[in-house]
């Protein structure tokens, strides 16, 4: 085990794979509200994500949103949120996470376009500070410290 990796282990960090995918973004494996899913981890994406098709399946209660959300080529989209889900990384969770709703058709289309699997939604910036990330690209791994309980 390299330094680095000692380090983050000893102040409780866990380590978690990624996948790099055909479109160069990088994947992974989560449970909202103990449901698999397929996500995209997004440095650039404010807040956490998860399609609008995916309500049901994630077991999500939908509010209307007057926010717009915007990116990956598209603009003024409409938003729901969902309150107080919560979110399983391997062993890390969060409880209490708040997570925007918007069509993500846009984003598997691309996806599908490069040969990619589509996705459930968007790990973003909420999740990666939350988690005091670190993100090894080189590994493919992604680095959270373990909450408190």
Request: hydrophobic fraction near 40%; charged fraction near 30%; aromatic fraction near 6%.
């Amino acid at each position: 085990m390299k330094r680095v990796e000692k380090i983050l282990k000893k102040h409780k960090y866990i380590s978690i794979k990624l996948k790099l995918i055909a479109t160069n973004h990088l994947e992974l494996k989560a449970k909202i509200n103990g449901v698999k899913g397929r996500f995209i981890l997004d440095t650039g994406a404010s807040n956490s994500c998860v399609g609008l098709d995916a309500i049901e399946n994630f077991k999500l209660v939908a509010k209307e949103s007057e926010t717009k959300a915007a990116g990956a080529g598209a603009t003024d989209m409409e938003t729901q949120i969902s309150e107080s889900n919560t979110l399983h990384i391997n062993k890390w969770k969060t409880k209490k996470l708040n997570l925007v709703l918007f069509d993500l058709s846009h984003v598997n289309t691309a996806l599908e376009h490069h040969n990619a699997k589509k996705v459930d939604g968007i790990i973003g910036a909420d999740i990666l500070q939350k988690g005091k990330a670190f993100i090894d690209y080189n590994k493919k791994l992604l680095y959270l410290k373990k909450t408190k309980k």
